[in-house]
């Protein structure tokens, strides 16, 4: 595929768990796919701690293989699993769980995976959702990318409206869900810390495929309208943590037009 003039030549996405490379950042893999860009991904544990299963084998091994075969539909070039433990969603983390590991070390392993690879962005999830692992994964990923003088590094997050409408939805479906309330909602991010927005609605089919090769799993977009399944699948949603494309403001690629552009905040995170 020919490479879009100006667009990152590589991207590497860094995640906890087998889908969430597709669920969370298959949209911006096939967008970076599509401009030429070479794709990396590391994935950070099995998902061995996560629900469902398939027939008699563990579930780390079926999730490692639905990560490879999503990210072949994704058109990553490169899949990198390290050698670490899902932590699960609560309880005290166990030695060898991702949750438990030192800080430090953690983001060093990264370290060296960005200095192989040398991408000039990096992106992972911004954590919203409150998984232990994913927040562990999030501030890795930016201290390795940061340390490894990546020019920018990107958080990809759900916007705090969608996550509005989502929870008037789930209430309108399960009214027994008392614990959901508009009111109380403190899901996803600020719609004001949002640094940039990518139309990826071209690549929802091939996102559909890459999404159902995690048949282990249930979907997170499973029974949603299609106007909320829009908002979630067809724009993806970045914010900027790094960037020294621009003094002040902060600058990302848009592959639509295709070019560099201001972000239409000055904010970024420190």
């Known amino acids: 595929m020919s490479h879009s003039p100006g667009a990152p030549t590589r991207l590497l996405v860094a995640v906890a768990h087998p889908d969430d490379e597709t669920f969370g950042c298959g949209g911006l893999l096939l967008h970076a796919a599509a401009a030429g860009t070479d794709t990396y991904v590391v994935c950070a544990t099995r998902g061995e701690a996560g629900e469902g299963g398939t027939g008699d084998e563990p579930l780390g091994v079926v999730r490692e293989r639905e990560l490879h075969r999503a990210a072949a539909v994704l058109g990553v070039r490169e899949v990198t699993l390290l050698a670490h433990r899902d932590s699960g969603m609560s309880g005290e983390p166990q030695p060898g769980t991702l949750a438990a590991l030192d800080p430090d070390a953690l983001a ?7 200095a192989r ?107 949603l309208p299609e106007s909320l399944l829009s908002d979630f699948l067809d724009t993806v949603r970045l914010r900027t943590v790094r960037d ?8 990302w690629w848009d592959h639509r037009r295709p070019g560099w552009v201001e972000a239409r905040t000055a904010t970024l995170v420190p």
Request: negative net charge.
């Open 108 to 114: 060093a392993e990264l370290e060296a995976h960005v």
């Open 117 to 223: 690879v040398r991408p000039e962005v990096v992106v992972t999830l911004d954590a919203s959702d409150g998984h232990r692992d994913h927040e562990v994964m999030r501030d890795a990923a930016v201290a390795a990318a940061t340390a490894a003088g990546v020019p920018r590094v990107h958080l990809v997050c759900l916007a705090r409206s969608s996550m509005v409408r989502w929870v008037v939805h789930q209430r309108a479906e399960h009214p027994d869900r008392e614990h959901l309330s508009v009111e109380d909602v403190e899901l996803g991010t600020p719609d004001e810390l949002v640094t940039a927005t990518l139309d990826v609605s071209a690549h929802r089919s091939r996102l559909a495929e890459a999404m159902a090769e995690h048949a282990s799993q249930d979907s997170p977009y499973d029974g």
């Open 244 to 251: 020294t494309g621009a003094a002040g403001l902060g600058r």
